[in-house]
């Protein structure tokens, strides 16, 4: 499991982490990078938790893959 590093954000490195775990569901590093794009409003490569609520309020049910 991915252990983020507490700074409140979630950066690149993190999430690439916490992506190649859900690669076991059959998840693409293209879907990575889209979703990470999706989530990051302000494009600066790290998801604050604004941007991750601002997400969940279009995607009430999770992003569709």
């Keep these: 499991t991915s252990i983020p590093n507490s700074s409140g954000i979630i950066d690149?490195?993190?999430?690439?982490?916490?992506?190649n775990e859900l690669r076991e569901l059959g998840l693409t590093q293209h879907n990575a990078d889209s979703c990470l794009q999706?989530?990051?409003?302000n494009?600066?490569?790290?998801?604050?938790?604004?941007?991750f609520?601002?997400?969940l309020d279009r995607h009430p049910y999770g992003h569709t893959i």
Aim: overall charge negative; glycine content about 12%; hydrophobic content about 40%.
């Design 38 to 41: 999706d989530i990051d409003a």
């Design 43 to 51: 494009g600066d490569g790290q998801i604050q938790f604004n941007e």
């Design 53 to 55: 609520i601002a997400w």
């Design 12 to 19: 690149r490195n993190e999430f690439s982490g916490l992506w």
